[in-house]
């Protein structure tokens, strides 16, 4: 197999006929697909209209695809059951969504340069969250070109990352909070009991332990051991705890409000993971605002108990963000950013049973909702 430097762009899909013909092409070289099936993660071969023609047993095995009879001639997308790929016009690289797309990117870079490499982050038809490094390279066989693609599982090495740094930039927080607070209660500067100071040092200590016992839950490899923990939780209690934890950005020009269609209701739930779920909420819609304007807060009670609680901001999420907001890699802050969103979602749905949900538009912002139920129910 020979690296080869240029080709044109094929949109057109080819023929079983042709497809089958190129297949028996790839399997007329021994020597290469037998390098290509004891290679232990997914290998395809595309043509140049991004079609597989051949895929090691690595990718039979991601896909579980007993054969390749019924998956040659799919696109990337159309392989993996990216949702995008269903709604473009010709399928897989044709949807508004695709032009985000990490593989799309790699294999259109390999067409123009030889090789490309990308990462692509999806969640799949069935719920799948994938998160690769595409490479493509341009190989020859015979005298035909095609595009060699190599997908490494990268989610592990990503997640790691990624909770280490919101773990070591939450905690940090936490620790000089708790820090500002003993000098001050050690210092002469206090007016009044410093009882008050004391309870504020507790509650701190409190949540600082929280941060740690929820990284432990998030980085841990048997995450059904947790055991949840619900109490009663009063919603406008709630609301006045987490005004609290943002007064300092309030004094900066940012308002957190109650939104006036809240209601004042008790309900039961694991109070720790809720209030992580809704800081990270709080905290996307203060950084969506520039820590500028107003950030609304609502609260209600569901007809069959528990609670829906929602957080509006006044900015809008562009749809080609919409799209990967729950990716686990996404970020609109940089490339090693992207755990917010996605450990909200793996909070509610997994953890406290619960969906999660956003609506985005230029006319009415940008509002995130959680529905919670009872844990008593």
């Not at 294999?107 to 090789?115: D, F, L, P, S, V």
């Not at 015979?142 to 919101?166: C, H, N, V, Y």
């Not at 107003?294 to 901001?313: Q, S, Y």
């Amino acid at each position: 197999m020979n690296q080869i430097q240029t080709v044109n762009i094929d949109t057109i899909r080819k023929s079983k006929t042709e497809l089958f013909r190129q297949h028996e092409l790839i399997l007329s070289n021994k020597l290469t697909t037998n390098v290509l099936n004891s290679i232990p993660v997914p290998v395809l071969v595309l043509n140049k209209s991004r079609q597989m023609v051949f895929g090691n047993k690595a990718v039979l095995e991601m896909l579980e695809a007993p054969d390749q009879d019924n998956i040659i001639g799919k696109r990337f997308g159309e392989l993996v059951g990216c949702p995008a790929s269903a709604t473009g016009p010709t399928g897989c690289g044709s949807s508004p969504n695709c032009h985000s797309c990490g593989a799309l990117k790699s294999i259109y870079n390999c067409i123009e340069t030889g090789i490309g490499t990308e990462e692509v982050s999806m969640q799949t038809a069935n719920s799948v969250m994938l998160h690769l490094k595409v490479n493509s390279e341009l190989v020859s066989f015979g005298a035909e070109e095609f595009i060699l693609l190599t997908l490494q599982d990268i989610s592990t090495e990503k997640k790691k990352l990624l909770l280490e740094r919101i773990f070591y930039h939450d905690i940090l927080n936490s620790a000089h909070n708790i820090g500002g607070m003993a000098e001050l209660i050690s210092s002469d500067e206090i007016t009044g009991s410093k009882d008050e100071y004391i309870a504020m040092l507790m509650k701190s200590t409190r949540e600082l332990i929280d941060e740690i016992n929820t990284h432990r839950l998030l980085t841990s490899s048997s995450q059904s051991e947790y055991i949840s923990q619900p109490v009663e939780i009063n919603s406008f209690v709630l609301y006045k705890e987490l005004k609290t934890e943002f007064e300092a950005l309030a004094d900066s020009g940012l308002v957190v409000t109650l939104d006036k269609r809240s209601e004042n209701f008790n309900f039961t739930s694991d109070r720790v993971l809720l209030r992580r779920v809704i800081l990270n909420m709080i905290k996307n819609a203060i950084e969506a605002e520039s820590y500028l304007g107003k950030v609304t807060l609502g609260m209600i009670a569901l007809k069959d108990k528990g609670a829906m609680l929602w957080v509006h901001n006044s900015a809008y999420m562009p749809e080609e963000i919409q799209n990967q907001v729950f990716n686990r890699s996404f970020s609109t802050k940089g490339s090693d950013r992207g755990l917010g969103t996605y450990s909200m979602k793996l909070l509610t749905e997994k953890f406290l049973k619960g969906k999660i949900s956003f609506t985005s538009s230029p006319s009415n912002g940008t509002t995130f909702i959680i529905e919670i139920p009872d844990s008593n129910v």
